[in-house]
């Protein structure tokens, strides 16, 4: 069956030459208000929100604070400790600083999360992933993390409300190829609720003649082929 969903598209830059799987990101090029409010997905409490290849965790943890049901996705090994450590630290946090990490992580672009961490960055990705039962011990009830790859989600049918997607497809198109391509979109629409939002940014920096709207039109031509309707804007 169709669905119809929503879409923000964007330009930007990111400068990593990892592999996805040994991939580590500290920080996010835009800030969570950016993604998370009321211009970008206008994440709120009770939706179920997907930070698909979410790198350090800010926006996980942003949106969890907002009362959202927060999935955290990223392939790479070296991530999901870190994710782990930031709401680790949030919950060990006083109040006071609760609330200033949470508006930090918010409005600040470039921030390097692992500035709030008192473990070095070696001793933190050498950590195993922890089970879900860790987020709950920490306060944190509301937060899957997963170790994933974007074109096999081990998520249900229709099952998120909201997704935002940070320069993951400049990663598909260097290293996947047009099937990874539509395998991760496809995904993506897979298991966003009719009428659910995603908010897409790509890099094509390393891409020369491409521009968001021709990524915009990529998108919209794959999910056609995959049967889909999607509206960007």
């Known amino acids: 069956a169709d669905k119809r969903q929503d879409g923000a598209v964007l330009s930007g830059k990111t400068d990593n030459s990892r592999e996805m799987s040994d991939q580590i990101r500290l920080s996010r090029t835009i800030p969570a208000n950016v993604v998370l409010g009321e211009t970008g997905l206008d994440v709120k409490q009770g939706d179920v929100y997907l930070d698909l290849a979410?790198?350090?965790?800010?926006?996980?943890?942003?949106?969890?604070?907002?009362?959202?049901?927060?999935?955290?996705?990223?392939?790479?090994?070296?991530?999901?400790?870190?994710?782990?450590?930031?709401?680790?630290?949030?919950?060990?946090?006083?109040?006071?600083?609760?609330?200033?990490?949470?508006?930090?992580?918010?409005?600040?672009?470039?921030?390097?999360?692992?500035?709030?961490?008192?473990?070095?960055?070696?001793?933190?990705?050498?950590?195993?992933?922890?089970?879900?039962?860790?987020?709950?011990?920490?306060?944190?009830?509301?937060?899957?993390v997963i170790s994933d790859d974007a074109a096999k989600l081990s998520l249900s049918d229709n099952s998120v409300d909201k997704i935002s997607v940070i320069d993951l497809f400049r990663w598909i198109d260097e290293q996947g190829g047009e099937e990874k391509l539509k395998g991760s979109i496809g995904e993506m629409l897979r298991v966003t609720k009719p009428s659910g939002q995603m908010y897409v940014r790509h890099d094509m920096v390393s891409q020369p003649g491409r521009d968001a709207d021709a990524f915009t039109n990529e998108f919209i031509r794959v999910a056609q082929e995959l049967g889909t309707e999607i509206e960007a804007r």
């Open 54 to 144: 979410g790198g350090p965790g800010s926006y996980t943890a942003v949106a969890a604070a907002k009362g959202a049901q927060a999935i955290y996705i990223d392939k790479s090994r070296l991530n999901v400790p870190i994710v782990q450590e930031l709401l680790r630290t949030i919950a060990n946090a006083s109040p006071e600083d609760k609330a200033a990490i949470l508006n930090t992580l918010s409005t600040t672009n470039n921030f390097d999360v692992t500035s709030l961490f008192d473990r070095s960055l070696t001793d933190v990705a050498a950590e195993e992933p922890a089970d879900q039962r860790f987020f709950s011990d920490i306060g944190f009830e509301n937060v899957r």
